[in-house]
């Protein structure tokens, strides 16, 4: 059996290495770094992909929701709900700007942020909701356009986990998630479900004027050479890290449909064991590409299992571990405890398995008879 690993780069690069080397080698010969033909091309076969007018490629994904921010014209003392549960880039940049981030509980089914919070965390100063397709499951979209519609708010998608999903929406129409809202983010962190080698992101918009905004944004705030109309930032994916996006992008529904795979036969193997609860697809299937195949684990000493998988050699995750709201920097008084109940919860009981598109099926049994083990004992 292959050695187990959280994610396999890789046999991923060996899948694709020549195609690769090739086009770095050509980034290499033409020196074009930045802003060369290997960029545009991916930000349009991007634009292709995800059926979005604008991708406007950037340095990562934390960049990325920081600038959506910035294009929508956001001002101090405005108010930003997001989730609770889910990983810190997500406030941080809220916070950065001078908004007011704030948190609210998710859903126990989906772990994603719960219409119903959102609803009630609403106040005259509210702005923007930032939903997290958090594990790659698309959040509750359609109740979430309809709260923004019905109180005037942007949508922000923080798609980082969840590109390549796909919402159906009233009408049935398909749209891939990160051009449902306003605006869409995401990263290509080399663990994420497309991701580069080194640092990389891109913002998605259908709206013209957005667009053209956000471009000189991520480019210092420069609109013509020289003139800086704004306060921009730089933040750039650079050519040699398009070049492998482009080319694993080709493959980005085959890695999502291997992910589908395992997360079925990891919930087959798990099936009515009564202290695991595992991931629910709350829609279609199209709609979670299992960014992370996370359980929960119920009655059992969910820290225990980690270091007894440890022991077995098979890496786990904890995502996440503590409570956005209870973390120093994210504090506030108007947070009480009873408002986050489903999140304290899902703390302590979560734990991610082994998740990415080389697994086998050996790899996968032996996985879970290794939790299973320790939850029978
Ligand atoms: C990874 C991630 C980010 C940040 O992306 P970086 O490219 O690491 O800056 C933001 N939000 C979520 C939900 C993520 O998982």
Redesign the pocket.
């Known amino acids: 059996m292959r050695k187990i690993q959280m994610v396999d780069l890789q046999s991923q690069y060996a899948f694709i290495r020549e195609q690769v080397e090739a086009g770095m080698q050509e980034v290499l010969s033409s020196a074009q770094f930045i802003n060369g033909p290997a960029v545009k091309s991916f930000q349009s076969n991007l634009e292709a992909y995800l059926v979005v007018k604008h991708v406007i490629p950037c340095?990562?994904?934390?960049?990325?929701?920081q600038v959506a921010m910035m294009g929508l014209g956001l001002q101090p003392g405005d108010e930003v709900i997001t989730a609770d549960f889910?990983?810190a880039?997500?406030v941080e940049v809220i916070a950065l700007l001078g908004l007011t981030p704030v948190l609210v509980d998710v859903d126990p089914v989906s772990f994603n942020i719960s219409p119903q919070a959102i609803e009630k965390a609403i106040t005259p100063k509210t702005k923007a909701i930032v939903p997290?397709?958090?594990f790659g499951q698309v959040a509750d979209m359609y109740a979430i356009m309809a709260i923004a519609k019905k109180h005037n708010l942007y949508v922000i998608e923080?798609n980082?986990?969840g590109i390549g999903a796909t919402h159906t929406d009233r009408e049935g129409n398909k749209i891939k998630t990160g051009g449902i809202g306003n605006v869409g983010?995401?990263?290509?962190?080399p663990s994420?479900n497309l991701g580069c080698y080194g640092?990389?992101?891109a913002i998605f918009t259908n709206d013209d004027e957005l667009a053209h905004s956000l471009r000189g944004i991520v480019n210092h705030g420069m609109y013509e050479r020289y003139h800086h109309d704004v306060v921009g930032v730089n933040s750039r994916l650079d050519s040699l890290q398009a070049v492998v996006l482009d080319e694993k992008l080709k493959l980005l529904d085959y890695y999502n449909e291997r992910r589908k795979w395992a997360a079925i036969r990891y919930t087959q193997l798990f099936a009515g064991h009564d202290k695991i609860i595992t991931p629910k697809v709350v829609r279609d299937c199209q709609s979670h590409v299992f960014?992370q195949y996370t359980l929960r684990v119920i009655d059992a000493n969910r820290d225990e299992l980690v270091k007894h998988l440890q022991q077995k050699g098979i890496p786990c995750g904890v995502y996440y571990p503590i409570p956005l709201h209870a973390q120093k920097a994210y504090r506030s008084d108007r947070y009480k405890e009873d408002d986050f109940t489903v999140t304290n919860q899902l703390v302590k009981e979560v734990i991610s398995l082994p998740m990415h598109s080389e697994l086998d099926d050996e790899q996968i049994q032996s996985i879970v008879q290794a939790v299973l083990a320790f939850l029978d004992k």
Do not use: E
């Not at 983010?185 to 962190?189: G, N, Q, V």
């Open positions: 340095a990562n994904g934390t960049d990325a929701l889910t990983f880039a997500t997290v397709h958090l923080d980082a986990q983010s995401t990263s290509f962190f994420k640092d990389g992101g960014h």
